[in-house]
């Protein structure tokens, strides 16, 4: 998850000055909005005073005044509406703008970051970026950066109005405002931490369900302990105990403080009331000052709202620094391909958020032979696969197709080199034959379809409502087996000379392991291979086997030459050959009860 702080932790500065160096382009226009909402603010004090005027005509038996001072009254509220509609209308198109450009900022960064950034943030993380964050960036240039200097402006003007006017009764105006400040800021001293805990947690509770719809199908069919939602019970249970605290520390207090900045009649009527009484001041004054308190006590309560919006985009500013900060990667832009499609690793070191993940690995591959890759779960196997495709670049040493530095390769040129089967496979919402074309989009329909019986796609795809031009999405059930025939038929088509399979076997039962066996066969034919390995047995005719633990090399040679080293490797196989004779015979037995 891109990372969350507050203005003091990282962002890079002030999070309105950071706004405003997004909307460089369209300071101009920001300006006149900004000047339409200061002149919005200002004639909050109209009706006020035409309300003072209006009430001395009355006393005075001038009808006529009375009702011009009316008309003047609702002509300053409409003013008032008129410029805050202009001031609103200003910023909201340059909102879309700034929305417009970011999303543009945001895609061009995405081409210039790493694969491998591609897999350590989640899709919903990008949305939430993309989409929701670009969205939300709407409210702090369309609003935060107009109203804040009105939310300022306009309560010191109208303070300084009634000061002029009576020095007394603008104080008792302000004295409960400033008491509810004073309330605030004590009762809400760790509020900043809450509220910045209940957007993180909210948007934590936003990806785990997004993950909890996505696997449903498999839980509802084998997790009969629910274990697979414990994950979503835990968010949801510490979100509501987030939002207790959260009620308590940020929520009344809040409360407090606008009760605290509307109750300032309940100071200014008895003092007004004294004064008219003991002092001689007049009746227009006291209707003045009534509706101004009035007028002062929103302006000032609306400051809070501005607060608010100020700490949400401190979190969509951090989110988006985060991702800008990102490193990007240096890749050539001319040059040819590689020369051969041998493959050399020399001295590679590789950390990956600072744990070392691959220690000093050299080995090479020749061009037309294969490579399996095995070791336990967190030995590198995986790392290797993906330093080959410069999802990272290497910490120390090179790596070599065809005797050129990938890092000297243009992205282009290395990919039309490399197909991979991944073990995550990841089929787009369109249809088969849309899936398959992704290896080759200009490929002949007779090319696709020869891919396709390559890898057995067709035995299954006739039996699908529309055949090929069937959709994949969530209507559609797949086995994994079916979409990893999908994933090789897109290997085929693409018909890369070098091929990297990330243990492409590791899920599928065994009836599905001969045909997709039989689809492998077919895609690996005079390829140069490399098999992250899952199953052992698939991999036992490999040219050379590679024994990875720890980042590093510990054992390499043929199967027979591992086997009889009796190590690491041997260790694996004969653990391999334990279960799946157990297998065999759970299924035997099986068989026999039926």
Known sequence: MFQTESVGGALGGNVLAIIWQLIARYRARMWLAILFGTLSALTTILPAVGAGFMVGALLDGDRVTAALWAGSMIVGAALMIVLFTISTSISHLIAADVQADQRQIIGDKLKR??????TRFSAMDLRRVLIDDVEKLEDGVAHLIPEITAAYVGPVALLVIMAAVDWRMALAALVPTVLGFIFMMIVMRDGVEVTNRY????????TTMGEVVKVIPVVKTYDNSGSALIRAHQAI????????????????????????????????????????????????????????????????????????????QEGVIARWQSLMAYPEQEVATTGDGPDGSDIVFSNVSFRYDRALVLDDVSFDVK??????????????????????ARFWDVGDGKITIGGRDIRAIPPHRLAESLSFVFQDIFLFSR???????????????????????????????????????????????????????????????????????????????????????????????????????HRLSTIRHCDNIIFLDSGRIREEGTHAQLLALDGGYAAQWRTHMAAREFSLRNRQAGGDAS
């Open 431 to 533: 249809s088969v034959r849309d899936n398959i074309l992704i290896g080759r989009p200009d490929a002949t329909e007779e090319e696709l379809l020869q891919a396709a019986r390559a890898a057995r796609v067709d035995e299954f795809v006739s039996r699908l409502p529309k055949g090929y031009d069937t959709v994949v999405d969530g209507s559609l059930s797949l086995s994994v087996g079916q979409k990893q025939r999908i994933s090789i038929a897109r290997a085929l088509l693409r018909n890369a000379p070098i091929l990297v399979l990330d243990e492409a076997t590791a899920y599928n039962d065994p009836e599905n392991e001969r045909e997709l066996q039989g689809a492998i066969a077919a895609l690996t034919a005079g390829k140069t291979l490399i098999v992250i390995a």
């Open 113 to 118: 970051v790493p694969l491998g950034f591609f």
């Open 367 to 388: 061009a037309g032979t294969s490579l399996a890759l095995v070791g336990p779960s967190g030995s590198g196997k995986t790392t290797i696969g993906r330093l080959l």
């Open 199 to 206: 957007h993180k947690l909210q948007a934590n509770i936003a």
């Open 237 to 312: 249970a510490d979100f509501q105990d987030l939002i207790t605290d959260w009620i308590d520390r940020a929520v009344v207090p809040a409360n407090w403080f606008f009760l605290f900045a509307t109750s300032n009649l309940l100071v200014l009527t008895p003092l007004s009331i004294y004064l008219l009484d003991i002092d001689g001041t007049d009746l227009p004054t006291v209707t003045f000052f009534h509706l101004a308190a009035m007028s002062l006590a929103l302006l000032i309560a609306g400051l809070f709202g501005i607060s608010n919006r100020t700490r949400q």
